[in-house]
């Protein structure tokens, strides 16, 4: 099988798949309608994602392009590229060719220049005169641009993606070209929610989003199976098997696509989506015009000249839920029954029909663990008895959490590194980033910048040329190339270390913790910082979660985290010493802070000796490796043995008492400490 002179695999077909309607609903949507924007599948490993958005292209039918074209372009088109007449010829009737829809795959680790397009250097070095090489965004035009693991896409591709998908048409100025396409494509992507979120731009952007589960039933399971190893084994058979139902879908989709432009939605109908959006509090319109766009389609797919209430509805939960999410640790505000609810309240012309159900009471808790809610106001935590046998356990929910400024904490050189986040400004060690300079090759030159290689060789061409009789318009000699230096943001590493033991329970100091903890989580989030959790209590420590890109997993573990036990300090300090030491090891770029929450009162030590010295002993163990560190000392009472500023003065690190100060306040210390700290890196010990 071949797609513009590729080899291609065979795919396994849409029709194919066991269960995951919604999945397979949402592209089929989008083939016919690619004016939906696109559909996001969130989902765990091994739910068929990837193999569900690569089979739609084969559902698509062929398209009438401009022959040798790389932008795609429609013969009949208005709207063409500039390369146009490059490619047929100044005033040339472009000459048409039946194509395959294309699917592409934009890499997580794509550079600018593969996405967006760049200098043609062979023909600049040839013909000394400059011309656009199309990127990925030429490529996916008509098309289908697929992104695996959309959450983990560097910032700086998201924001030339969204520009891009808005307006359909990819504008390049750079590197001395001045060039536009049209971009048109349906938009694709999948990603594990385990492996952190999306920024609320770009999941706004997605037209539609599914949520797709492993198949629970045993007889799917079982039919599944069984398709997957027949198309392995023989994949021409299996085809050939599916063609049938493969056709019949491709000729559905043809004639919805048809019946797509006749099809009526009335005003009623348009007075129900506003009314389903007001009822969701939905920011914007885009949520609006994404269930018009999707009812009328969904009516088209299902046969109907008419948008009926059951289109509006299906197109709400599509459109949604990935909408309704109000901040970053909350779940999605959205429940199939409320949206019920609203469709059969609503009469005609837009109005209700009777008095709203009572409002529900705002929900002030969080979870607390699948199917629990927390109590509202729980009068001390759910209790049971402590491991040491004295303190019971409580489960505390989260104070106030206040509010986290923007963190710009820069590394105070300019050593190159390489890494993804929106935190530390860093020049990239790799091809990604931002083009914002450039320097000598060296021996061995990568990601040359060419408009700089042109401009250094510029003024030696007339003696070169009485020189030598080559033959070239331009000679390039090894003395004048230059490399891109490339810009980029990178994220840090917050390891929290907190004290869960029966001390930090007293007075509610533990509801306090986790309201401070919960505000630098969330500037981790809007930073895209790793984070990990360790607690410790009773007789030792435990780590909660490893190193993560999703900040809400350590929301999840740090809401339902017990107080209660005895305090061996000493054996979270040396977790936390071993884990970073870990991650260190694995990437010597890391940017790492550790932010202790205890009030020092050290109990235990592991194999004797005194808990406090051996605290003391850790925490200087940490400070030898150059490790940033602050400690929110949660120590109260009028009786203050001040072991948790000791502590801090081992680390080095900054020390900050949590009654005197906000949440807010704990952010800007953590800031701060990043700005003092990062000088002096990690590398001895």
């Not at 919604?22 to 989008?30: A, E, H, I, S």
């Amino acid at each position: 099988m071949k797609d513009d002179g590729r080899i291609q695999p065979p795919q396994f077909p849409l029709t194919a798949l066991v269960g995951q309607e919604k999945m397979k609903l949402g592209l089929l949507l989008n083939a016919i309608n690619p004016r939906i924007g696109g559909v996001l599948i969130r989902g765990g490993k091994g739910t068929a994602k990837s193999t569900a958005a690569r089979g739609l292209a084969d559902l698509l039918p062929e398209i009438d392009a401009v022959a040798g074209c790389s932008f795609a372009c429609a013969p009949s088109a208005n709207l063409l590229c500039d390369g146009r007449e490059l490619l047929c010829g100044s005033g040339n009737p472009p000459c048409a060719e039946r194509r395959r829809v294309r699917v592409v795959d934009l890499p997580i680790g794509a550079t600018e220049d593969r996405l967006l397009g760049s200098l043609d250097v062979e023909h600049a070095i040839r013909e000394g005169r400059r011309r656009f090489e199309p990127g990925l965004l030429a490529r996916a035009d008509r098309g289908i641009l697929y992104v695996d693991e959309v959450n983990l896409l560097g910032d700086h591709l998201v924001d030339v993606l969204l520009d891009v998908a808005t307006s359909g048409v990819n504008r390049v100025e750079r590197e001395g070209v001045s060039f536009a396409h049209p971009a048109r494509f349906i938009l694709v992507g999948t990603m594990n929610p385990e492996e952190g979120d999306l920024r609320p731009q770009l999941l706004d952007r997605f037209g539609l989003a599914v949520e797709v589960e492993s198949l629970r039933d045993p007889a799917q399971r079982i039919e599944a199976v069984r398709r997957r190893i027949a198309f392995e084994a023989d994949p021409e058979a299996f085809l050939e098997a599916w063609r049938a139902a493969q056709d019949a879908e491709r000729a559905r989709i043809e004639q919805a696509r048809k019946r797509l432009p006749e099809v009526c939605l009335d005003d009623r109908m348009l007075g129900l989506i506003a009314a389903i959006c007001a009822e969701f509090e939905v920011d914007g319109l885009r949520a609006d015009l994404v269930i018009y766009k999707t009812a009328q389609t969904l009516a088209a797919y299902r046969g109907y000249g008419r948008v009926g209430e059951q289109e509006v509805r299906d197109a709400a939960a599509l459109a949604l839920p990935h909408r309704c999410r109000r901040g970053p640790f909350e779940k999605p505000d959205f429940d199939d029954r409320r949206l019920d609810e609203v469709v059969s309240r609503q009469g005609p012309g837009g109005e209700k029909k009777g008095p709203a159900p009572p409002e529900r009471p705002p929900d002030t808790g969080g979870e607390d663990g699948p199917g629990r809610k927390e109590d509202s106001n729980p009068p001390s935590g759910s209790e049971r008895e402590g491991n040491d046998g004295h303190a019971p356990e409580q489960v505390v929910p989260p104070g106030p959490t206040g509010w986290a400024p923007p963190l710009a904490s820069d590394p105070p050189d300019r050593r190159p590194r390489k890494g993804e986040g929106r935190r530390s400004r860093v020049v990239s060690q790799d091809h990604r980033g931002h083009y914002v300079g450039s320097g000598p090759a060296g021996q061995r030159p990568r990601d040359v910048a060419f408009d700089a290689t042109l401009r250094a060789a510029a003024p030696f061409q007339k003696a070169r040329q009485r020189e030598g009789a080559s033959g070239l318009a331009l000679q390039v000699r090894p003395e004048d190339l230059q490399v891109k230096v490339r810009e980029t943001r990178a994220g840090n590493l917050i390891l929290f270390l907190v004290d869960a033991s029966g001390s930090m329970g007293a007075r509610q100091r533990m509801s306090a913790v986790k309201g401070a903890v919960l505000a630098l989580l969330l500037d981790a989030y809007q930073r895209r910082d790793r984070v990990g959790l360790i607690a410790f209590r009773g007789s030792d420590a435990s780590l909660l979660l490893p190193p993560t890109n999703s900040v809400e997993m350590a929301e999840r573990h740090l809401r339902v985290l017990p107080t209660g036990g005895r305090t061996p300090l000493t054996s979270g300090l040396q977790m936390a010493h071993e884990a970073l030491a870990r991650e260190i090891n694995r990437d010597r770029d890391l940017l790492p802070l550790l932010v202790l929450v205890s009030d020092g009162r050290a109990n235990v030590a592991p194999e004797g000796g005194d808990p406090v010295e051996t605290a003391l002993a850790a925490a200087r163990a940490i400070r030898s490796r150059g490790i940033p560190a602050v400690v929110v000392d949660a120590e109260e009472g009028h009786l203050r043995l001040g072991l948790a500023r000791e502590i801090s003065n081992a680390l080095g690190g900054r020390y900050i008492r949590l009654k005197e100060v906000a949440a807010e306040r704990v952010s800007q210390a953590v800031r701060q400490s990043f700005l003092d700290d990062q000088g002096s890196r990690y590398r001895g010990g």
